[in-house]
């Protein structure tokens, strides 16, 4: 499994990048080997986006994908001040969840 984190400062007052975002989106979720994804983005437009993959194959793959780097030249050119991007292998795994509380 692999991360990639994606660290963006997004150009405020761009009306296409929503419409960019929604169909990466949904386009990435169709690619073989993705397997989830989480953004977050606070009000100023920095965001982190980490997508977790099968392996390094699909993750290059997805980044030769033709609408992907269309949405690159786009993030480039409008939609973003500035982005690092930072792949990983991810090599364990912890989790806990606590049972949920009965508030009484």
């Known amino acids: 499994m692999h991360v990639v984190i994606f660290y963006?400062?997004?150009?405020l007052n761009t009306p296409d990048y929503d419409i960019w975002a929604v169909k990466m989106g949904a386009e990435v979720e169709r690619q073989s080997g993705f397997c989830h994804a989480h953004s977050f983005r606070n009000a100023d437009g920095f965001?982190?986006?980490?997508?977790?993959?099968?392996?390094?194959?699909?993750?290059?793959q997805w980044g030769r994908h033709a609408d992907?780097?269309?949405?690159?030249?786009?993030?480039?050119?409008?939609?973003?001040?500035?982005?690092?991007?930072?792949?990983?292998?991810?090599?364990?795994?912890?989790?806990?969840?606590?049972?949920?509380?009965?508030?009484?």
């Open 47 to 60: 965001g982190v986006t980490l997508s977790y993959w099968v392996s390094i194959d699909s993750i290059r």
């Open 8 to 11: 963006s400062q997004r150009r």
């Open 68 to 104: 992907h780097l269309k949405a690159q030249a786009y993030g480039r050119g409008e939609g973003y001040v500035r982005y690092r991007i930072e792949i990983a292998e991810i090599t364990s795994t912890r989790e806990f969840e606590a049972e949920p509380r009965v508030e009484c």
